[in-house]
Each structure stands twice: as C-alpha cells, then as structure tokens.
C-alpha cells in the first residue's frame, strides 16, 4: 500500500518521503535523478516487490514537497534518509541510486555502513575534478554546457538553464524507452520543476563542488555500478571511474545502453541486490 508524508527536520526543514511495496517488503531507498521528485520509480514497482523489496524514498531538498536547502553537500542527504528511516520504523535498508541519483546512493554506504545492506548507482556522476578522468568527455552538448555553467556558480547555472533543452543528450534507445515503459519520467520532472529549478540548481551546485565523502569509503557495503556503454549524459567513464574506486565494488556495462535505456537492464540489477541483501542479513 502506497503511502507519503512530512517529516520535520531538527533544524525545522520539511522532507516530504513516499513509500511503496508489500508492507513486509526489505527497505530500498531511491534517490532520483536531476531534475526529478522522490516518488518510487513506478516501472519497478512490480520487479521489485517481485524480489521482496519496499520502495521508501523522498524529495531532495528544493524539490516537491521538500525544503530548500541552498548551498547542501551531496553527503548532505544521509541525514535526511537516517530521519525518514527511523520516522518510519526502518533500521537497516539497500540504497539504489540513478544519474544524480547515483552519488547519493554512494553517500549513504559510505557514511551509513552499519545501516545500508547493499547499494547500486546507476549511470551515476563521478566526483567533479576526480583523478585521471576527463570529467566532460564524452558529455553531450547541452549537460555539458549545464555543469559548465554549475561549476562557474548559481548565477551562470541559472542563465544556462533558461535555455533550451537538447534531446541530442539521449540516444535514440533513451527516447524509446521515454516513449515507452519509462514514459514515468515526464510527469516527475514536470513536477520537479513545477515550483521552479531551485532543486535543480542545488543539485548541479552539489555534483560539481565537494561531496562531503570519499567514495572510496562505500566500500565497506556490497557496491553495484551500473553504466550504460553508449551514455551521453554521464558518460561510461565515470561509471568505470566509480567501480576502481570502490573497493570491491562490481560492474555491470550495458554497452548498447544510454542514459535511460539502461534502466531496461533493471532487473537484472535488482537480482544482484537481492542477493547481496539477503548475504548481509545472514
């Protein structure tokens, strides 16, 4: 039974939080991609609840029901998941994570190891600046010039967002899927962006300045990262960036598959956190 609410933060915030999935289900959270809201992803609901799993999710600061918090950290957003899991009786969960989604994901294993189960990010950003990456090649024109202007800072990002979008980020296999099962996403960005691109900008503030952690310290939870081969968004460097350096981290490489395509490929990720999940409540 599908259910959301408001949580009042320490410091006053509101986060706005969903939840979704056999009541008996194990914990995932999903952290959304850029600009989107935190409702569970609803062309996984029945994989997942399928493999035993309970969507939990939220709003990230500055979008839908949830707070601005200007000038946050990715790291920022363990203590926003920690609330929402306590709140609703949640001790232990998995973390799946999908573009801006991804290193918040890495966050909560790295920062919450004795809590998280397992993680997975998918076509997830890598640090900005990280060693040995070329952290723009690859990038289509239009995200290009969007984190460009991100790491120049608010004022540059906002005049660059006011331009008009460019569908040459997505392979024809992305526009597919957007026309087809994951259709889901126009009504969740539309949403995201219905109160302005205050989240948006915050979001593409946090990728291009400092997380707040290593991603190397996710490596103390069974780590997952997934990238389609042909991705224009995030290109499939930083996808291999991320699995060296994870320690121990797996990989999966979807080499026809793009930004959104490889969300087809899900199943398959949810079969490997099932069964990292189940070995770490042996």
């Known amino acids: 039974m599908a259910s959301e609410g408001d949580l009042q933060c320490a410091d006053g915030r509101i986060v706005h939080w969903y939840e979704d999935g056999p009541a008996d289900g194990v914990p995932l959270f999903w952290h959304h991609g850029t600009p989107n809201i935190g409702q569970p992803p609803g062309p996984l609901m029945r994989p997942a609840t399928e493999r035993g799993f309970r969507w939990v999710s939220l709003d990230r600061p500055g979008y839908g029901g949830s707070t601005r918090r200007e000038g946050r950290c990715v790291a920022g957003i363990v203590e926003d998941v920690a609330d929402v899991a306590d709140a609703l009786g949640m001790p232990r969960f998995a973390v799946v994570g999908h573009s801006g989604g991804g290193p918040h994901a890495l966050a909560c294993a790295a920062l919450l190891p004795d809590r998280v189960l397992a993680a997975v990010s998918i076509a997830g950003l890598a640090p900005y600046g990280a060693a040995g990456l070329d952290w723009f090649g690859g990038m289509g024109r239009g995200g290009r010039e969007e984190l460009e202007a991100a790491a120049l800072g608010p004022a540059a990002l906002s005049a660059q967002l006011s331009q008009e979008w460019d569908p040459e980020m997505f392979t024809p296999a992305d526009h597919q899927a957007l026309e087809g099962p994951w259709r889901w996403f126009t009504g969740i960005v539309e949403a995201a962006l219905a109160h302005g691109p205050d989240g948006m900008i ?59 395509s490889v969300l087809l490929h899900s199943e398959e990720l949810l079969d490997w956190l099932q069964e990292r999940v189940e070995e770490a409540r042996r």
Request: aromatic share 8%; proline share 5%.
């Open 202 to 260: 915050d979001d593409d503030r946090a990728y291009v300045t400092g997380w707040g952690f290593d991603p190397g310290e996710a490596g103390a939870v069974a780590t997952l990262v997934a990238h389609g081969g042909e991705d224009r968004v995030v290109p499939a460097s930083h996808g291999r960036w991320l699995a060296d350096a994870v320690p121990g981290a797996d990989a999966r490489r979807f080499e026809d598959a793009g930004h959104i």
